[in-house]
Antibody, heavy 127, light 112 residues
Framework: QLQLQESGPGLVKPSETLSLSCSVSGGSINSTTYYWAWIRQPPGKGLEWIGTIHSSVYFSGSTYYNPSLKSRATISADMYKNQFSLTLTSVTAADTAVYYC???????????????WGPGTQVSVSS | DIVMTQSPLSLPVTPGEPASLSCRSSQSLLHTTGYNFLDWYLQKPGQSPQLLISLGSTRASGVPDRFSGSGSGTDFTLKISRVEAEDVGVYYCMQALETPWTFGQGTKVEIQ
């Protein structure tokens, strides 16, 4: 059974860079079928899609991002470690959130939902 | 961006009774394949979200058949035929037709 686990610092200072990793077990991220995503949830608020990577060697790590992050986000994959990562630059208090990683299956042009999700990791931005 | 609007924002429910949640999109989610690119998720208290429905009406593996999704275009509904106590939490719809993929603000379901 596929499992995802987020990891990273719980506290980041304003204007610095946030780096998170998502370790995947029970399956390979090197797949033409699956996309791997980061989603966040500010305290007491709803969900925001950050971005997605399609990390198959056939797709050279194609990435898609939410423009609301104004190019501050970068998602990369390490197939040897079987994990993917999120880097978010110039963070502010507005980036305080629980960050989730998740998998999405593509069946041809049909995208199935995000399943499964990691348990999430809390990130606070504060000096 | 496609805006997703859910209603109601809060829904008191009685165990054993049906419940209906609504989700509307600012533009049609109907793909050329004939499928609607609309997901439903449930976030139980203290947990990460879990997938209930993909493509408007396809139940995810392990999801009880008391959950059903319907609708097309811009209007969608998630129905729970008989609510159970374990169904409490916040339900989100999400459009996957085009990036940025966007979520509704959520409907909080609680036992009354």
């Amino acid at each position: 059974q596929l499992q995802l686990q987020e990891s990273g610092p719980g506290l980041v200072k304003p204007s610095e860079t946030l780096s998170l990793s998502c370790s995947v077990s029970g399956g390979s991220i090197n797949s033409t079928t699956y996309y791997w995503a980061w989603i966040r949830q500010p305290p007491g608020k709803g969900l925001e899609w950050i971005g997605t990577i399609h990390s198959s060697v056939y797709f050279s790590g194609s990435t898609y991002y939410n423009p609301s992050l104004k190019s501050r986000a970068t998602i990369s994959a390490d197939m040897y470690k079987n994990q993917f990562s999120l880097t978010l630059t110039s963070v502010t208090a507005a980036d305080t959130a629980v960050y989730y990683c998740a998998r999405r299956r593509a069946d041809g042009v049909l995208f199935m939902g995000f399943d499964p999700w990691g348990p999430g990791t809390q990130v606070s931005v504060s000096s | 961006d496609i805006v997703m609007t859910q209603s109601p924002l809060s829904l008191p429910v009685t165990p054993g009774e049906p419940a209906s949640l609504s989700c509307r999109s600012s533009q049609s989610l109907l793909h050329t394949t004939g499928y609607n690119f609309l997901d439903w998720y449930l976030q139980k208290p203290g947990q990460s979200p879990q997938l209930l429905i993909s493509l408007g009406s396809t139940r995810a593996s392990g999801v009880p058949d008391r959950f059903s999704g319907s609708g097309s275009g811009t209007d969608f509904t998630l129905k729970i035929s008989r609510v159970e106590a374990e169904d409490v939490g916040v339900y989100y719809c999400m459009q996957a037709l085009e990036t940025p993929w966007t979520f509704g603000q959520g409907t909080k379901v609680e036992i009354q």
